[in-house]
Nanobody, 124 residues
Framework: QVHLVESGGGLVQTGGSLRLSCAAS????????MGWFRQAPGKEREFVAV????????NYADSVKGRFTISRDNTKNTIYLQMNSLKPEDTAVYYC?????????????????WGQGTQVTVSS
């Protein structure tokens, strides 16, 4: 089974930047659109960003548009999320998963799969 490992999270001040990575154990994810989701304490998991399998189409949640950039390197089986101008409300655990398409209503396509995620904490 393919495993996805998220990394790059940490503690940063408001206005700071982080770059998250999502590394796959094999090339399976190169066939999928990939999405980033996040879950803050006491809240539902929410969509953040999505990228098509080829990388030519992207969509973002309104809350991160203009601040976050999703990208991928299929030669490295890795998805990235560059996060700039971070705000305290971006504090959450961030996850990457294969999704149904590069659209705003993308949903995960691997049943009940979520990796360990990476914690992002933005201090005010």
């Amino acid at each position: 089974q393919v495993h996805l490992v998220e990394s790059g999270g940490g503690l940063v001040q408001t206005g700071g930047s982080l770059r998250l990575s999502c590394a796959a154990s094999d090339r399976t994810i190169t066939r999928y659109a990939m999405g980033w989701f996040r879950q803050a304490p006491g809240k539902e998991r929410e969509f953040v960003a999505v990228i098509s399998w080829y990388g030519n189409s992207r969509n973002y949640a309104d809350s991160v548009k203009g601040r976050f950039t999703i990208s991928r390197d299929n030669t490295k089986n890795t998805i990235y999320l560059q996060m700039n101008s971070l705000k305290p409300e971006d504090t959450a655990v961030y996850y990457c998963v294969p999704v149904s398409g590069a659209t705003m209503d993308a949903h995960p396509v691997w049943y009940n799969y979520w990796g360990q995620g990476t914690q992002v904490t933005v201090s005010s």
